[in-house]
């Protein structure tokens, strides 16, 4: 009885073990999948579309340029004031150095980006926080430099 009782635990930690791996793979797959498209959006001049991958609330965060901005509307404005055409939003690519865990319901991606455009490349790092809400990856918070 004693042996059943000590395999039977030993199988719930087993399977509980593998159920949290494969979270977190697909938690990475979701925010992966949200990354792509939102270089997918911006390589296509669909800066709207690019915004999709952030929470639209007054209680987004970015920080950028010395300059910390709150709000999705606030974000859009910026981004459509700093890139007005195809030729300043040019093509983006990320490279992701880390995705972290913070909680069950929120990352860290720590990266880099690089922007191939007319008026001059740019590239830069960023940290991004994912959270979680209602059942959807949303970046909550934004640092760029």
């Not at 340029?65 to 890139?83: A, D, H, R, V």
């Not at 991606?109 to 994912?130: C, D, H, P, Q, S």
Request: aromatic letters at 12%; one cysteine or more.
């Amino acid at each position: 009885m004693k042996i059943k009782a000590i395999l039977l635990c030993i199988t719930i930690v087993l399977i509980s073990s593998c159920s949290s791996k494969n979270s977190i793979e697909q938690d990475h797959e979701e925010i992966m999948s949200i990354l792509n498209q939102q270089e997918r959006d911006w390589n296509n001049h669909d800066i709207k579309g690019f915004m999709g991958g952030y929470w639209k609330s007054d209680s987004l965060y970015f920080y950028s340029g010395k300059k910390l901005k709150s709000g999705w509307e606030t974000t859009l404005n910026s981004y459509l004031k700093s890139y007005p055409d195809k030729s300043y939003s040019g093509t983006l690519k990320f490279t992701i150095a880390k995705i972290s865990a913070i909680t069950s319901d929120s990352y860290f991606v720590m990266g880099e980006y690089n922007l191939n455009r007319k008026v001059g490349n740019a590239k830069g790092t960023f940290m991004i926080i994912f959270k979680r809400i209602n059942g959807e990856w949303k970046i909550i918070a934004d640092s760029s430099c």
